[in-house]
């Protein structure tokens, strides 16, 4: 069940109260159990989402998730899953939607405990944002914001859901109404992402802007989504990354996440990371293993690299390559190298299209080095698609056992010195095929052309 919290003390929260319920069907209970302005009384519900309005601001609010789910007349309580709570947003960013997770990196200035956390809902933030994207107002901008204020004890998932950032946007109703929808759109989303490989694909940010675009931005263009995040100003509020190892740990353990994301240079942070057994990765790392399975990211690292090194994934990555059949296979050096020269992005296309995984070098820009294959690879269709690239600069290429053979004819700079001709137009003439005359006497392009041959070894990919 989703829970959304309404706090009569907040305009923007009691706006977007009613038009949640304007746009739905709901029916009203009695909780007697409780007062009316802590929850209770009347009580609205519609197909797997309970509202109750409070008196008090929703950061001083602590364990709410424990009012929702009792009704006079059932016997049996319904726990919520995920809890919502429909707020404002002040600050100086004009017409805005955004959502963010409780907690306090630093002192509980603003509701909370001092270096604890919210649970965070990684998932169904991730989806949240995507309503948001699809009921917004012409004019408003949807974003994310950094782990901020409290409550930090709520007792399931959650996130706050504002309108902002001032006055006339708290009183819009298409405000209140495009938030309404988005979390409506909540009802039956699993706060965290699927179990995988014993983790999820769950994130901890630290560093960046308090509106947190390199985190937004993960988590709108990546398949891993974000709990906690933690902002420069964040960071600073918290002190010492090793003087505060437990918030770093709870910052982890409330967004159910074993990786982070750490922007700027910050060894001490990321030496604090590793202390408690989690993971510091780039965001390329990030990009990379989207669509990937983290047990085959695990497998490959394993075998060649880490991705922050230089590995990348092939075609044969996405959808899932499992197993320990895999193979660890030298890429034909010379032949690949002649191919990137020909044509860099063909070449990286055919690598990507044979392999599941591929070392590279010059900043990740040509693949180089080792490749991980699986067992069903067709090695020889490989060899042919580099062979095809070679095909466009040579005259002939043609595949001998063990190796791919190019011939050309190529102008010999030597052999036209011998005749005379020094570097120049005329020299440039010859090279480009074209006849010239020296001293009265017509020299052939020919004469000066000869026929090289470059053997490019493959038998080891192909043993």
Same mark, same amino acid.
Request: proline fraction near 5%; aromatic fraction near 6%.
């Given at each position: 069940?989703?829970?959304? !919290?309404?706090?009569?003390?907040?305009?923007?929260?009691?706006?977007?109260?009613?038009?949640?319920?304007?746009?739905?069907?709901?029916?009203?209970?009695?909780?007697?159990?409780?007062?009316?302005?802590?929850?209770?009384?009347?009580?609205?519900?519609?197909?797997?989402?309970?509202?109750?309005?409070?008196?008090? +601001?929703?950061?001083? +609010?602590?364990?709410?998730?424990?009012?929702?789910?009792?009704?006079?007349?059932?016997?049996?309580?319904?726990?919520?899953?995920?809890?919502?709570?429909?707020?404002?947003?002040?600050?100086?960013?004009?017409? +805005?939607?955004?959502?963010?997770?409780?907690?306090?990196?630093?002192?509980?200035?603003?509701?909370?405990?001092?270096?604890?956390?919210?649970?965070?809902?990684?998932?169904?933030?991730?989806?949240?944002?995507?309503?948001?994207?699809?009921?917004?107002?012409?004019?408003? =901008?949807?974003?994310?914001?950094?782990?901020?204020?409290?409550?930090?004890?709520?007792?399931?998932?959650?996130?706050?859901?504002?309108?902002?950032?001032?006055?006339?946007?708290?009183?819009?109703?298409?405000?209140?109404?495009?938030?309404?929808?988005?979390?409506?759109?909540?009802?039956?989303?699993?706060?965290?992402?699927?179990?995988?490989?014993?983790?999820?694909?769950?994130?901890?940010?630290?560093?960046?802007?308090?509106?947190?675009?390199?985190?937004?931005?993960?988590?709108?263009?990546?398949?891993?989504?974000?709990?906690? !995040?933690?902002?420069?100003?964040?960071?600073?509020?918290?002190?010492?990354?090793?003087?505060?190892?437990?918030?770093?740990?709870?910052?982890?353990?409330?967004?159910?996440?074993?990786?982070?994301?750490?922007?700027?240079?910050?060894?001490?942070?990321?030496?604090?990371?590793?202390?408690?057994?989690?993971?510091?990765?780039?965001?390329?790392?990030?990009?990379?293993?989207?669509?990937?399975? +983290?047990?085959?990211?695990?497998?490959?690292?394993?075998?060649?690299?880490?991705?922050? %090194?230089?590995?990348?994934?092939?075609?044969?990555?996405?959808?899932?390559?499992?197993?320990?059949?895999?193979?660890?296979?030298?890429?034909?050096?010379?032949?690949?190298?002649?191919?990137?020269?020909?044509?860099?992005?063909?070449?990286?296309?055919?690598?990507?299209?044979?392999?599941?995984?591929?070392?590279?070098?010059?900043?990740?820009?040509?693949?180089?080095?080792?490749?991980?294959?699986?067992?069903?690879?067709?090695?020889?269709?490989?060899?042919?698609?580099?062979?095809?690239?070679?095909?466009?600069?040579?005259?002939?290429?043609?595949?001998?056992?063990? %190796?791919?053979?190019?011939?050309?004819?190529?102008?010999?700079? =030597?052999?036209?010195?011998?005749?005379?001709?020094?570097?120049?137009?005329?020299?440039?003439?010859?090279?480009?095929?074209?006849?010239?005359?020296?001293?009265?006497?017509?020299?052939?392009?020919?004469?000066?052309?000869?026929?090289?041959?470059?053997?490019?070894?493959?038998?080891?990919?192909?043993?």
């Amino acid at each position: 069940m989703l829970a959304v !919290v309404v706090s009569r003390d907040d305009s923007a929260s009691v706006h977007v109260g009613e038009r949640l319920l304007a746009v739905d069907d709901w029916t009203e209970h009695t909780d007697s159990t409780r007062t009316d302005d802590e929850g209770g009384d009347t009580v609205y519900r519609t197909d797997s989402v309970e509202l109750r309005e409070f008196d008090a +601001l929703h950061l001083e +609010l602590a364990d709410v998730a424990d009012a929702f789910g009792r009704v006079d007349g059932v016997d049996e309580r319904t726990e919520p899953d995920l809890l919502a709570f429909a707020s404002r947003h002040a600050g100086e960013t004009d017409e +805005l939607l955004t959502a963010h997770h409780t907690g306090n990196f630093g002192p509980a200035e603003y509701g909370g405990e001092t270096g604890h956390f919210a649970r965070a809902c990684p998932n169904a933030h991730r989806h949240l944002l995507e309503a948001l994207d699809e009921h917004a107002p012409p004019d408003y =901008e949807v974003g994310m914001e950094c782990t901020h204020h409290g409550p930090t004890e709520v007792g399931v998932p959650s996130m706050f859901v504002e309108v902002g950032s001032a006055e006339p946007q708290w009183e819009d109703p298409d405000a209140a109404g495009a938030v309404a929808r988005a979390i409506l759109a909540l009802r039956d989303v699993d706060p965290d992402a699927p179990g995988e490989n014993g983790t999820r694909r769950h994130l901890v940010g630290f560093g960046g802007g308090h509106y947190a675009p390199r985190f937004e931005r993960i988590l709108r263009e990546t398949d891993w989504a974000v709990g906690h !995040v933690a902002a420069d100003w964040c960071l600073d509020a918290m002190g010492d990354p090793g003087e505060n190892a437990d918030v770093i740990r709870r910052a982890f353990e409330a967004s159910a996440a074993d990786y982070a994301v750490v922007e700027g240079d910050r060894p001490d942070l990321r030496a604090a990371i590793a202390d408690q057994g989690y993971r510091a990765v780039g965001e390329t790392w990030v990009r990379e293993t989207t669509g990937v399975p +983290l047990s085959l990211v695990e497998t490959v690292e394993d075998l060649l690299a880490g991705i922050d %090194e230089g590995v990348r994934f092939g075609e044969r990555a996405v959808g899932g390559v499992h197993g320990t059949d895999l193979s660890v296979v030298d890429l034909p050096a010379d032949l690949l190298a002649a191919a990137q020269g020909i044509d860099l992005n063909a070449a990286r296309e055919a690598v990507e299209r044979a392999t599941v995984a591929f070392e590279t070098a010059e900043s990740g820009n040509r693949a180089a080095g080792r490749a991980v294959l699986a067992p069903d690879h067709d090695r020889v269709a490989f060899v042919d698609d580099l062979a095809e690239i070679l095909d466009r600069e040579y005259d002939t290429v043609e595949r001998e056992e063990g %190796e791919v053979v190019a011939h050309e004819t190529a102008f010999d700079p =030597e052999r036209a010195r011998t005749l005379g001709i020094t570097e120049g137009p005329k020299f440039g003439k010859l090279a480009d095929g074209k006849a010239v005359t020296v001293g009265g006497d017509r020299i052939d392009p020919s004469v000066v052309h000869v026929d090289r041959e470059h053997r490019f070894p493959v038998r080891d990919l192909l043993d």
